[in-house]
């Protein structure tokens, strides 16, 4: 299998506790084609997430954080 992987950061408008972003972080990794995802703690608005374009696209990841309620911008990589 040879899978084409792309990183992007997804920016959070919202201020989200430890624990409701370990909540965001998981609906994300559970996304087909995420291979990581993960955030500084430093920078906790700004989630860096690796996943293969063949399976999922960087509008659809976006859009798992729009259906919990979250404003929220591709800034990519």
């Known amino acids: ?18 624990e409701t972003l370990h909540s965001v972080e998981e609906g ?8 990581s ?3 500084n703690p430093e920078q906790s608005h700004m989630i ?3 996943y293969d374009s063949d399976s ?3 509008a659809s ?8 309620g979250l404003h929220a911008q591709v800034v990519g990589l």
């Open 56 to 58: 999922t696209r960087a």
């Open 1 to 18: 299998m040879n899978a084409r992987l792309n990183e992007i950061v997804l920016h959070i408008d919202e201020s989200l506790d430890e």
């Open 48 to 50: 860096m997430v690796v």
């Open 61 to 68: 990841l976006l859009h798992t954080l729009q259906e919990r």
């Open 28 to 35: 994300i990794r559970c996304d087909a084609g995420v291979v």
């Open 37 to 39: 995802v993960g955030h």
